[in-house]
């Protein structure tokens, strides 16, 4: 049953009405929605609320409108507010998803990467040796690099959810080089990654990609926290 809108913007308090039912199940995906009459009914809102309201919840990717047949439930999730969620977690639990990640897509570059890819990859870790003591310039290339290899990976939805999940990688990736109580991954470390997807080692390079990582992540597990702030 949809709560009834008594006060406050009426488009935001509908897209919340309505997005708040689908997270807790009314709708299921691939559901139909009722007609805008009765949902607007159930509102107390007028039809133009309800269907802007809708356009909303379509531009964030939870609903579609298909023409002379209704409107659907794509996802139970605003994508944005996921994103949100992710960033408010812990960075150990951020960086723990970057690790299942960045290993597959490493141990799947080692068996799929291109010269186009390889050359790519060298680029990024080139400049991210250039980049001396240039602190941004160095995340900003590390960045570059990390990417390179999930593309490498050429799995079209592996490389989606790591850009889904980029702002998470930014905010591990940052973080482990500002924090002095984190270990930071060197430049050799990387460049021992890339032999590895480079000479086609699947298992060395899936391993090299968890050993970047899992230093910083056991200082952040240890009983201190010293990194959960």
């Known amino acids: 049953m949809l709560t009834r809108i008594r006060k406050g913007s009426l488009v935001e308090t509908a897209i919340e009405a309505l997005k708040s039912a689908i997270e807790q199940g009314q709708w299921t995906v691939g559901a139909r929605l009722p007609v805008e009459t009765d949902l607007a009914e159930s509102l107390g809102v007028s039809r133009n609320t309800v269907r802007e309201a809708v356009r909303v919840l379509v531009h964030a990717g939870m609903l579609e409108t298909r023409q002379g047949d209704g409107t659907y439930v794509m996802a139970t999730r605003d994508a944005g507010e996921t994103l949100r969620r992710i960033a408010a977690t812990e960075l150990a639990d951020q ?3 970057r690790i299942m990640l960045e290993s597959e ?5 080692a068996s799929r990467r291109s010269q186009d890819d390889l050359a790519r990859m060298t680029e990024a870790l080139d400049a991210r040796a250039r980049s001396g003591a240039d602190l941004d310039e160095r995340i900003r290339q590390d960045q570059r690099f990390h990417r390179a290899v999930v593309q490498a990976a050429h799995n079209p939805a592996l ?3 790591y850009d889904y999940f980029a702002h998470g990688v930014s905010q591990t990736i940052q973080q482990t080089e500002r924090d002095a109580n984190l270990p930071e991954p060197s430049q050799e470390e990387h460049e021992l990654l890339l032999a590895a997807i480079r000479r086609a080692d699947p298992a060395q390079a899936g391993q090299l990609a968890r050993r ?4 910083s992540l056991a200082v952040l597990r240890q009983p201190t926290e010293i990194g959960s702030r």
Do not use: N
């Open 212 to 215: 970047l990582l899992e230093p």
């Open 105 to 109: 897509a490493a141990r799947l570059a």
């Open 95 to 97: 960086l723990e998803v």
């Open 159 to 161: 490389l989606e959810l």
